[in-house]
């Protein structure tokens, strides 16, 4: 496919929904506007997709995501290399996602061209704000990477990733939960209305 096909039919179309919908607010009703107004113009899309304002998705032709997916305010995720998000997976503010990487030759980058790698992000996995994840990486099925981490290598199942680079902290395990929604949270008298 020729580079202006790709920009007619992927890029244009998400920048002018980005252009018709960033000036709203991020709430439960325009993230799912915004996602469904994305759907048709990403490879592979789930049900129930969400997606915040002011986020960049290059090259949508090699992007797949799976069922109940959200995508905060911010990201920056560039997929020619191929990048899959499965089911229930979150991405917070200001992820970076990229699946090139430049290669150094000739004592600089600026001309060296680039690699290219699938990223992989299993199922019900949480990248926390300002997550950088590398070209080539899988990270396994119900991970917490952590704020300000950098995955630079494939991670196990149900982990607890943190830091520069990303290691394991610990092991993700099942908690209780407090409330589920907001009208669960008022009832319980945390907010004046």
């Known amino acids: 496919?020729?580079?202006?096909?790709?920009?007619?039919?992927?890029a244009l179309p998400l920048w002018l929904i980005g252009v018709l919908t960033n000036w709203l607010p991020d709430n439960r009703i325009?993230?799912?506007?915004r996602g469904s107004l994305a759907k048709p113009f990403i490879k592979s899309c789930g049900r129930n997709f969400q997606?915040?304002?002011?986020?960049?998705l290059l090259n949508t032709q090699n992007l797949e995501i799976g069922d109940n997916v959200?995508?905060?305010r911010g990201t920056w995720l560039n997929c020619m290399g191929e990048l899959e998000l499965e089911d229930e997976v979150i991405l917070a503010p200001y992820v970076v996602i990229s699946t090139l990487q430049h290669v150094f030759k000739n004592n600089s980058v600026r001309f060296g061209g680039s690699i290219s790698g699938k990223v992989l992000i299993k199922q019900g996995t949480w990248l926390a704000a300002h997550v950088t994840?590398?070209?080539g990486v899988t990270i396994g099925k119900g991970?917490?990477?952590a704020s300000n981490a950098s995955v630079v290598k494939n991670t196990e199942d149900y982990s607890v990733m943190g830091g520069v680079?990303?290691?394991?902290i610990s092991i993700n395990q099942d908690g209780e939960a407090e409330f589920h929604t907001r009208n669960e949270y008022i009832k319980r008298g945390k907010i004046d209305l």
């Open 70 to 72: 959200y995508i905060a």
């Open 51 to 56: 997606l915040g304002a002011h986020v960049t």
């Open 165 to 168: 680079p990303a290691k394991k």
């Open 143 to 145: 991970n917490l990477i």
């Open 133 to 135: 994840v590398k070209q």
């Open 1 to 10: 496919m020729s580079t202006l096909k790709i920009q007619l039919r992927w």
């Open 30 to 33: 325009t993230i799912k506007v």
